[in-house]
């Protein structure tokens, strides 16, 4: 059975032993999903008024893609699962192309529980000064960044790491006047070098990001999105704080803890992933059509990574 592999620490730790079903881990060239053989079963299952199953492991939630089915039967017509009833696998980047989104958000309490649902301060009270993904995919992201980032030392140009910790992958060298971590432990982030001041927080108690409207060019957040409980509220908050025209860049992996990871995120494959993180841009409002990268930098010999992004609409 494919796998969501356990978090990888770093080369010399052992690599965390848990690991969890899901419907794709696997990454290969231009289709990074995996899923679809599963998806299509779960249609079929649907369609002749059976169920998905639900995840053995948690318990919680039902397959993605069948839930967002019948909140398509709800609202008619042509859907947002359109892209599911695909022949052969869409490519990560098609995956957000001209989604027709349901009119609520399709996703319920419980696809947000965590099989761990003790503190998450004390889950982080200990520093990991440890990667999360293998070398070959912070290279990957790192190089994304400096395509996408303003020049290094731009007048007035802010930028909020998200769940941060020592180390956020930046270009070798960048620096702006202001580039702030929020993030769940101390001391991890006075070890990150790119900060220039730090927030600490926890965002599944406290949503509310302590800042001033329209104060950050650009937010990012490395493989932490699928630790967030309260997604919409975190995603309104940062639109809130974004300049007109900001970026907010998501990246993640397969790796996670899974113990802390919604059960939506475990119950699905990376197709999926991206098509959860994009609805949380989606129905927060005022941003721009979300849009999903692929830049995996050795597909199936090292970590995939995958980036949804979007902008703030100028207007809001």
């Known amino acids: ?18 690991i969890c079903p899901s419907s794709s ?11 679809v053989p599963i998806i299509a079963k779960a249609l079929n299952k649907w369609k002749t008024g059976g169920r998905a199953p639900r995840r053995l492991v948690l318990g919680l939630g039902v397959s993605f893609w ?11 017509g042509k859907s947002f699962t359109a892209s599911a009833r695909l022949k052969s696998g869409p490519s990560f980047e098609e995956i957000l192309k001209n989604v027709e989104w349901p009119e609520q ?3 319920k309490e419980e696809d947000f529980k965590r099989f761990d649902e003790s503190s998450d301060q004390l889950f982080y ?5 440890v990667t999360h993904i293998d070398d070959p995919a912070i290279a990957a992201l790192t190089k994304y960044y ?4 303003p020049p290094s030392n731009s007048p007035g140009v802010c930028i909020l ?26 001391e991890e982030l006075k070890r990150n070098p790119v900060l220039t001041e730090y927030v600490v927080q926890d965002l599944n108690v406290n949503p509310k990001l302590p800042f001033e409207d329209n104060s950050f060019d650009v937010i990012t957040n490395v493989v932490s999105v ?15 704080i974004l300049k007109p025209g900001g970026l907010a860049i998501m990246s993640f992996s397969n790796r996670c803890f899974w113990t802390k990871a919604i059960s939506i995120w475990t119950s699905s494959g990376d197709a999926d992933h991206g098509l959860i993180v994009g609805s949380y841009f989606h129905y927060a409002g005022g941003f721009e059509p979300p849009q999903g990268v692929d830049i995996s930098p050795n597909p199936g010999r090292s970590d995939p990574m995958y980036i949804v992004y979007s902008r703030k609409l100028s207007t809001v």
């Open 1 to 18: 059975m494919p796998k969501c592999i356990g978090l990888r620490l770093s080369p010399r730790l052992p690599t965390l032993a848990g």
């Open 25 to 35: 881990s696997s990454h290969s060239g231009s289709s990074a999903v995996g899923s």
């Open 226 to 240: 699928d630790y967030i409980t309260k997604p919409l509220d975190v995603f309104k908050e940062m639109r809130r």
């Open 66 to 76: 069948a839930q967002l089915m019948n909140m398509s039967g709800a609202v008619g």
């Open 146 to 149: 400096s395509k996408v980032f």
């Open 125 to 129: 009270e200990a520093p990991r000064f």
């Open 105 to 107: 958000f399709p996703f």
């Open 161 to 186: 790491d998200m769940c941060s910790s020592w180390v956020s992958h930046f270009p070798l060298g960048y620096k702006q006047e202001q580039i702030v971590g929020m993030g769940m432990n101390e």
